[in-house]
């Protein structure tokens, strides 16, 4: 198992130069998303857990961050990071060091617990996701445990956002023949018009492999009635898409192959940025790529028409 507490800076569409912050082990998960780019849940779990020593990891993380200068530390592991019931005491030790703005991305289904809610209140920025508000589609799309229940979800995102003081964003992925019409946007749309002090709606395509290889993404149309739909319903100011894969702008440092193992166990990278990545650094693309296969640690999987390095647990 990969041990990488700490990855990047990794470019992020939503965030800036993000330090990430792995605090789960792979895969615990509260869902099992069909266009999850970390692969299938092998451990479906609502019940929190300490994956790390929560000081030992706040250390990592406040190190990594004095010498590479990102814009946000992110905690957005490879499963859900609530799950960690060290959470909010590494929030806090990551915060008293003086860090910079502290961001998390969670699938929002523990949101109800009244703990979990507390600590992630901690967080600067908080990125909720609500792919669908149709019971039927949650479970074809999302995969959730099955003590999990959708409108007690529904309701602790908008309880929350009525107590959270931070910067409140939301995530809508798109899968086509999923939730691609327009009764799932308009329902979705609906929604986040109800949270308090939105600031921004992000609406995504996957754009790298899924758990599921028949995943594919809406045509250029149906994304685009999204955001029509979106915009209809939200300030215009509060929708954006995102579409297209980040830029190539990572912040590895020497040693290449123990950090693009430790970020593909999160965040599966192109072959292509991986070449980039070795020729800046001197070294010979096709040694660092065998090197990295020779370990055991990752894999090459094709998704639209593009070659990628995951990890090798993944299934």
Known sequence: ???GMVFGPVPSRRLGMSLGVNNVFPKYCSYSCIYCQV?????????????????????????????RVPDV????????????VNLGLEARLIKDSGSPTLAILTNSSLLFM???????????????KIDTVSYETWRKMNRPHPKLDLNEILDSIVTFSKVFKGRLISETMLVSGINDNEEEYRDIARFLKSLKNLFKSYILVPVRPPA????????????????????????????????APEPPTFRFREDLQKEVIKTVYVHP?????????????????QKVLSDLIRSGEVKLVEYAGEKFLVPRIRK
Do not use: Q
């Not at 092998?42 to 300490?50: A, F, G, Q, T, V």
């Not at 992110?74 to 859900?80: A, H, I, L, N």
């Not at 594919?216 to 579409?243: D, H, N, Q, T, W």
């Open 73 to 84: 530390v992110t905690f957005v592991p490879s499963g859900e990071p609530t799950l960690d």
């Open 1 to 3: 198992m990969n041990e």
């Open 212 to 243: 599921e290889s028949w995943v594919r993404p809406p045509g250029e149309e149906r994304i685009l009635k999204a955001y029509s739909i979106f915009l209809s319903e939200l300030e215009e100011e509060k929708v954006e898409l995102l579409v």
């Open 114 to 128: 009244d703990d979990i809610k507390d600590e992630v209140s901690l967080f600067d920025i908080v990125s909720v």
């Open 269 to 285: 990278l192109r072959i292509s940025y991986i070449v980039r990545l070795a020729e800046k650094r001197g070294k010979d693309p």
């Open 39 to 67: 692969g299938r849940t092998d451990h479906l779990e609502i019940k929190r857990r300490s994956f790390y020593d929560p000081r030992k990891l706040a250390e990592e993380v406040i190190k990594a961050y004095r010498e």
